[in-house]
């Protein structure tokens, strides 16, 4: 089964990757759960020697999400953060790295709780502006880590002009591209070195899963990553491999209702009285609605609304019915969040408040239920 060079996004979400099984023709991609692999005789096997370096099922996802983001390889690992740690162990002590000053709670922890102990010094701006971008490089700087649209304030980062700023100066540039999917963006076609995801949230769908990927646009960096993916061995496991497979089948079809609904939900909240502001940057009210249109493929699933106080983010949060309060993002299930407590309790207030991040904010993943459910299940919330 080839797929054509010519296929479009979702033949190849469905093909890529996926050979039928050899030994029983089934289409569906099995779940190699084996630790190692028999040889047929000392150095010769059939591509499989130990199941940390390679496994059938991990080896069709890689190749899945390489073709979806347009990458030359990818590499799968046992969480979103195993990911981001993995393309840092491209650099070395003394270098450093700029940053989006909204980058999810995870990622500042592990930059600022972590990694600086090893000698990587990270500098964090709000990359919606290139010029701060251009101000924030440094000789040593290796790396222009971006997260676009960020979390949970859904800022946006002009990938062109930052891509043409780092190059310039010789900095890599990595992409999270988790909360727009590669069905809404594509990072590698404006220029990004490096794209990561959580594989747990859109790529997966169903929340039924934790992984993270890598995908790369040089052979250099890939082999890198697929070096760093055997010596430290956070790989992602074949069942979680099989799991998310399925998810990237279903991908364009979700995204398109994730699209619908956002899009609706976020024209509810901005006509209601108890909403000061909504965040979603398919409404016209968004600063950078442009570039959004010119940048993205549809505006995702992802918005943030903000009310009048904490205590009321708080009796919304914990008055709705259908939709569940919960961390994560990107499930065919609608979840709620408060970010300052849940997801980002680990930034300090300070910077929360710096990035816009208010004890009043809510962030909402809309699933792909009937929206007008789940504008009911606001209206009931809300009032």
């Keep these: 089964m080839k797929l054509p060079a010519s296929a479009r996004f979702s033949t190849v979400c469905i093909h890529a990757g996926q050979e039928p099984d050899p030994s029983t023709g089934a289409i569906i991609t099995p779940i190699f759960q084996t630790s190692t692999y028999v040889q ?7 591509g499989f020697e130990y199941a940390r370096t390679q496994n059938p099922t991990r080896l069709a996802l890689e190749q899945n999400l390489a073709a979806i983001e347009g990458g030359v390889a990818a590499y799968a690992y046992a969480s979103g953060m195993a990911a981001i740690n993995a393309i840092t162990t491209l650099l070395k002590a003394g270098d450093h790295v ?18 600086t102990k090893y000698g990587l010094e990270f500098s964090y701006v709000d990359t919606s502006q290139p010029e701060l971008i251009e101000k924030a490089i440094r000789p ?46 594509r990072p590698i076609e404006f220029g990004a070195d490096l794209v990561m995801h959580s594989t747990t949230k859109y790529l997966n769908g169903h929340s039924d899963s934790i992984g993270g990927i890598v995908i790369a646009a040089k052979q250099e960096d890939a082999d890198g990553l697929k070096f760093i993916q055997n010596a430290a061995g956070a ?8 799991l998310v497979l399925r998810g990237t089948k279903t991908l364009a079809v979700r ?88 997801t980002h309790a680990s930034v300090p207030p300070e910077r929360r408040a710096a990035i816009g991040l208010s004890d009043s904010l809510v962030r909402i993943s809309v699933g792909i239920e009937d929206a007008e459910d789940l504008i009911d299940d606001l209206k009931q919330a809300l009032g």
């Design 40 to 46: 047929e005789e000392l150095g010769k096997h059939k």
């Design 98 to 115: 700029v940053v989006t000053d909204n980058t999810y709670g995870g990622t500042f922890r592990l930059f600022d709780k972590v990694l």
């Design 235 to 242: 790989i992602l496991s074949p069942f979680d491999s099989w």
């Design 255 to 342: 995204m398109k209702q994730h699209n619908l609904n956002g899009q609706m939900i976020a024209e509810f909240l901005e006509s209601h009285p108890k909403v000061t502001k909504v965040i979603y940057p398919g409404l016209p009210s968004h600063p950078q609605h442009d570039l959004a249109k010119r940048q993205m493929k549809g505006f995702g699933g992802m918005l943030s609304f903000e009310v009048s106080s904490f205590e009321e983010a708080r009796r919304v949060c914990n008055s709705v019915r259908l939709m569940a309060l919960a961390e994560s993002l990107g499930g065919v299930e609608t979840l709620m969040t408060h970010p300052s407590s849940m």
């Design 140 to 185: 040593t700087t290796r790396m222009l880590f971006v997260e676009t649209p960020t979390n949970p304030v859904l800022r946006l980062t002009d990938l062109t002009a930052a891509c043409e700023i780092a190059h310039r100066r010789d900095v890599r540039v990595i992409v999270d591209n988790t909360f727009a999917s590669p069905c809404v963006q």
